[in-house]
């Protein structure tokens, strides 16, 4: 009798530990086996809308359509006209160049601003560089520079920054580069944020060309993720939130000009010595668009899965695996 029940019990402890091992290497094949990396997630259906029109900086057009192809996603121009016709009904993100932002205001007005809310505060992205940055800000301070109006500068009595980032862009940053010298440099990155989708992935610091862009700083009860930071200043140079149902990716330097490599369809002038950087800053601008459509390496990876094992995995595969395992002890195992 003690040995009949010892061998039950046997038999229901090699049943247990059975039916967990083969469900646990199922469960972890159906996790694991087709795990896309941030590289393979497709972005062929993002539809990305560059603004092109009045202000934009003319060398823009070539570099962030090369990127953009590199990313696999759409490109079409806009113009300020466009945006106020209502195209943007049409696109995911919108990619807002450097440039010469008072001239943006007089292109876009205060009807595209409008529209570029609506856009935004109803599930779309933007992203914003250089001069799209402080467009995008509630306030901007140009300082000492007077081919720029007063951050104050008001059209029937309503700003035309578009309000899309809660707080101040403040620019240039003379520390970096002096506009009397070159006006231009090189400018390490910290990324103080490697949680967040956009810069989880990234090596820290990042090396990006600057050209009078902004330091970004968010009113003190606004929800705003700062991701990078000037090194030499220790402001926000890269950061993300959320306008409504939409996001907002802003960044003060040049990530998307690629030093060393003529891939982005740009040369530095014959006169000017091309900097160096090794490290390519297109994965930041991937990632960044990646969030701004919603797409994420988690919901991407569970779609992949859906798509390649039978939904029913937690019902029809573990009453099979069941049946193997009565199987195997009715062999008097």
């Not at 930041?284 to 995995?313: E, H, P």
């Amino acid at each position: 009798m003690f040995v009949v029940t010892n061998f039950a019990l046997t038999k229901g402890v090699i049943a247990v530990i059975l039916s967990a091992l083969i469900i646990s290497v199922g469960v972890l094949f159906f996790i694991g086996a087709q795990e896309p990396s941030i590289e393979d997630t497709d972005l062929s259906n993002v539809d990305v809308a560059y603004y092109n029109g009045e202000g934009a900086w003319v060398i823009s057009e070539a570099i962030l359509s090369n990127m953009t192809e590199w990313m696999g996603c759409s490109f079409t121009t806009v113009t300020g006209q466009d945006i106020k016709d209502g195209c943007l009904d049409d696109y995911d993100v919108l990619m807002w160049p450097g440039g010469r932002y008072p001239e943006y205001w007089i292109d876009v007005g205060l009807e595209g601003k409008a529209e570029i809310q609506e856009f935004v505060s109803e599930g779309g992205g933007y992203l914003g560089i250089c001069a799209g940055a402080y467009y995008a800000a509630d306030y901007m301070v140009w300082m000492d520079d007077d081919a720029y109006p007063p951050p104050d500068y008001k059209v029937e009595g309503d700003e035309l920054n578009l309000d899309l980032f809660p707080g101040v862009a403040h620019g240039p940053i003379f520390e970096i580069a002096d506009r009397n010298n070159t006006y231009w440099a090189m400018t390490e990155i910290n990324i103080v944020d490697q949680t967040h989708p956009i810069t989880e992935s990234m090596p820290n610091p990042m090396t990006m060309f600057y050209l009078g862009g902004p330091y970004l700083e968010p009113y003190d009860d606004a929800s705003v993720s700062i991701l990078g930071e000037y090194d030499i200043i220790g402001k926000a140079a890269i950061i993300a939130c959320s306008y409504g149902e939409g996001r907002v990716f802003l960044i003060g330097p040049h990530g998307e000009i690629e030093e060393g490599s003529d891939r982005d369809g740009w040369e530095f002038p014959p006169d000017t010595p091309e900097p160096d950087d090794v490290e390519s800053d297109w994965p930041l601008y991937r990632n960044a668009v990646r969030w701004l459509s919603k797409i994420d390496v988690s919901s991407s990876s569970m779609t992949a899965l859906v798509d390649s094992f039978d939904i029913q995995f937690n019902t029809n595969r573990v009453k099979g695996y069941n049946e193997q395992v009565e199987c195997f002890l009715s062999l008097g195992y």
